[in-house]
C-alpha cells in the first residue's frame, strides 16, 4: 500500500484506538451525568461519535488528505473496489443469515433491538452517526490505523487483527446481557464487513472506498430495521 499513515499519525492513532474501545464511553457517560440536563442515550452518542471523528480527522489529517487527492486522480478504482466488494458482503452475510436462520430460529444481531429502540426514540441524531459518522470513525480506526500499520509487516496479521477487533467491539456492550451462543453468532455475523471492508481498503488504497462501502452498508441496516 502506498498510501501510509507518519510515525505521529500511527502512534497517535494507536493510543486513540486503546481510548475508544476501553475508556471513551465511560468519560463521556460521566460528563453526561454531570450535565443540568442529562442527553438521552441516542444523543449521547451522537455526541461521543462527533467528537471520535474530529479527533480522528485532526489526528489522521496528513493521511486523509492525501487519500482525498487520490480518489479524484483514481476514482475508477475506487468505484469498481467499492461494488466488488459490496457484492462480496451482499453475498456472504445472505448466506450467512440464511443458515443461521435455518439452524438457530431464536438468533438475533444483539446490536438490532438496541439501534432499533434509539432510532425509534430519536431517529435523527442516532441515523446521522450510524450513516454518516461512525463508518468514517470505524474506518479511520480498524482499516486506517490498524490494517494500514500492520499490512507493510504483515500482510495475513492485518487482515486477521483489523477483523477480529472490528466484529469483537461490536459485541462490546452485550457481553454481560446476552447469551454465550448469542454473543458468538453476533461476532460471525460481523466478521464478512470485517474481512470484505479491509479487502476493499487494500485494493483502493484509499481509505475514503471502505468508508463509503460502509456507509451504504450501514444505511441499508438502518432502515431495515427501523
Not at 204 to 210: C, E, G, K, Q, W
Request: charged content about 10%; proline content about 4%.
Amino acid at each position: 500500500m502506498k498510501n501510509k499513515m507518519t510515525l505521529s499519525e500511527s502512534v497517535l492513532g494507536w493510543f486513540y484506538l486503546f481510548l475508544s474501545i476501553f475508556v471513551m464511553s465511560s468519560i463521556m457517560n460521566f460528563l453526561n451525568s454531570k450535565l443540568p440536563t442529562p442527553l438521552s442515550n441516542a444523543w449521547l452518542s451522537f455526541a461521543t461519535v462527533c467528537f471520535s471523528f474530529v479527533i480522528m480527522v485532526l489526528i489522521l489529517h496528513t493521511f486523509l488528505s492525501t487519500a482525498a487527492t487520490n480518489v479524484a486522480k483514481d476514482s475508477v478504482t475506487t468505484l469498481c473496489a467499492m461494488a466488488l466488494g459490496f457484492c462480496v458482503y451482499y453475498t456472504c452475510t445472505t448466506l450467512l443469515s440464511r443458515y443461521m436462520s435455518s439452524y438457530f430460529t431464536s438468533f438475533f444481531n444483539t446490536k438490532d433491538p438496541y439501534i432499533a429502540n434509539m432510532l425509534k426514540l430519536d431517529f435523527v441524531p442516532k441515523a446521522i452517526g450510524i450513516i454518516f459518522l461512525l463508518p468514517c470513525v470505524e474506518e479511520m480506526l480498524y482499516r486506517g490505523v490498524i490494517f494500514n500499520s500492520l499490512h507493510g509487516h504483515n500482510r495475513v496479521l492485518a487482515y486477521v487483527l483489523s477483523t477480529l477487533i472490528y466484529s469483537s467491539v461490536h459485541l462490546m456492550g452485550s457481553i454481560a446481557s446476552q447469551e454465550p451462543i448469542t454473543l458468538f453468532w453476533s461476532f460471525v455475523h460481523y466478521l464478512p464487513a470485517g474481512f470484505t471492508l479491509a479487502w476493499v481498503y487494500e485494493k483502493s488504497d484509499n481509505i475514503f472506498a471502505p468508508a463509503l462501502l460502509h456507509m451504504i452498508i450501514n444505511a441499508m441496516g438502518v432502515f431495515s430495521v427501523r
